[in-house]
């Protein structure tokens, strides 16, 4: 995974969305994922078929509080989580 | 030549040490019959040969708990064995026996968890609640020897339509007293709950959730308590579910032995008897654990067969339908929806986005 990565989200799994968060859950397996909001955040920024880096500034300006090596490390680590799980693909291929 | 079903291992045993309790609450699930005399309860030289051929089956805690397990005759034994095995310990006590002698063999134990029952932050309430006049001043006794000898410990309130505002009062008492948590059970129709669903002193749907929510707000785990408020995973915030994760009924991972000495799932085999599956006397732990026709059942068939509410839950792969026990107390089908989530779904409670 580096910055240039794009991902999308697995065609199988289902995305339930809910006011303070969302779920990904796989009907397959069962296996189930929780986000909080910036987790939904981070997550709906996939569609519009952003790479990585571009997921990061979009966080950076929705969260100016935040440290931005932090948010860079936390979008990493979410997205590297979701992709083991098979929750998203690599869509990229530029 | 178990080795298939160590997909499964047996993590802890939930031993009912005694059947008796000294104090009479009209909520307990496992019925107790009230006694305050020391109790034979499970032998336990078959106990400690069974504890210790569940080790080889994953065994890594057990939980003491009854009736009222400091009732149990040989606990200085048993907590000496557990010691000396490096077993951990988890214990759920209403806190009213506990002395210096017994707060010094715990300190030999290695303890996960010492949980004591208090339903309310007045002796009137909670002295009502549980049956015994005097009871409250007893448990805050043992709580501050507990605290006095540096324990973690929680406290756990039964929550009934009579104590529903006591939960500010009891936050303050875990601060006062130096509890970890407060744990919140919404009360079971199962073992003496049954008739107080029946006389509707238990809260409805609606009210627990609104009460949930009104805890959430008002009362984020600070100043070091956190609150668990023990309501099934499908009906809780996402706030909460990233927080803590999601419950299970660990039907899968633990077996109970009652206080004469038979298996059961769990303590259901109390108050259920065809949940008896053998005797410690006479069963080897492992050919329970391995071949038992009624966990094998539960294996092959949670969660596919789960129905109701239950078999439509996008939680249903980790929550496993909230407590198996109670489902086949309630509707003798270990299948059957859990009764709050399908008295959620009929009520129009249950969250739309949570059906899969």
């Not at chain 1, 697995?10 to 909080?36: S, W």
């Not at chain 2, 609606?206 to 009104?214: G, K, P, S, T, V």
């Not at chain 2, 009362?219 to 995973?233: A, H, K, Q």
């Not at chain 2, 067969?305 to 086949?328: D, E, S, T, V, W």
């Amino acid at each position: 995974m580096d910055s240039t990565s794009v991902f999308k989200q697995n065609d199988k799994i289902v995305y339930r969305e809910e006011d303070d968060g969302a779920f990904l859950f796989d009907p397959d397996t069962g296996d189930l994922r929780y986000m909080n909001q910036s987790g939904k955040e981070t997550f709906s920024m996939l569609q519009g078929d952003k790479d990585i880096q571009q997921i990061v500034e979009n966080m950076v300006r929705l969260y100016p509080e935040a440290e931005p090596p932090q948010v860079q490390s936390d979008v990493e680590n979410f997205l590297k989580d979701l992709e083991e799980s098979h929750f998203i693909l690599p869509a990229n291929n530029r | 030549m178990h080795e298939k079903n160590l997909a499964y291992p047996l993590n802890c045993l939930y031993l009912y040490l005694a059947d008796q309790c000294n104090l009479s609450c009209g909520h307990c699930w496992i019925s107790p019959g009230f006694s305050d005399a020391p109790e034979e309860g499970i032998p336990l030289d078959d106990l400690k040969k069974t504890i210790f051929e569940a080790k080889a089956l994953g065994l890594q805690s057990v939980k003491l708990t009854g009736g009222e397990p400091l009732l149990y005759r040989d606990l200085d034994g048993l907590l000496a064995f557990l010691a000396s095995e490096e077993i951990h310990v988890i214990i759920e006590t209403n806190g009213t026996l506990l002395d210096k002698p017994i707060i010094e063999k715990l300190k030999s134990c290695i303890i996960d968890q010492i949980s004591v029952s208090l339903d309310a932050s007045t002796p009137e309430l909670h002295d009502e609640l549980r049956g015994v006049k005097g009871s409250f001043h007893r448990t805050i006794k043992g709580l501050r020897l507990l605290s006095e000898w540096g324990f973690d410990f929680q406290i756990i309130m039964t929550l009934h339509r009579k104590n529903r505002t006591e939960i500010p009062g009891l936050i303050s008492l875990c601060k006062t007293l130096g509890a970890s948590s407060l744990k919140i059970n919404p009360l079971i129709p199962c073992g003496r709950g049954e008739a107080v669903f029946k006389k509707k002193r238990n809260l409805d749907p609606n009210e627990l959730i609104e009460l949930y929510r009104m805890v959430e707000q008002e009362w984020p785990s600070n100043e070091g308590i956190e609150i668990i408020f023990d309501l099934p995973v499908a009906l809780r915030s996402i706030r909460e579910i990233t927080t803590r994760g999601v419950a299970e009924c660990r039907i899968m991972n633990i077996l109970g032995i009652l206080a004469n000495g038979d298996f059961s799932i769990c303590g259901i085999g109390q108050t259920v008897d065809e949940l008896r599956m053998g005797n410690i006397h006479r069963n080897a732990i492992a050919t329970v654990w391995c071949d038992n026709p009624i966990l094998a059942d539960l294996r092959h068939n949670l969660p596919g067969r789960l129905k109701g509410i239950c078999g439509r839950c996008l939680f249903r792969f980790q929550c496993l339908g909230a407590c198996r026990a109670n489902a086949y107390a309630t509707n003798r089908d270990f299948f059957a929806p859990y009764f709050l989530c399908q008295a959620a779904y009929e009520t129009g409670l249950f969250p739309n986005s949570r059906f899969s």
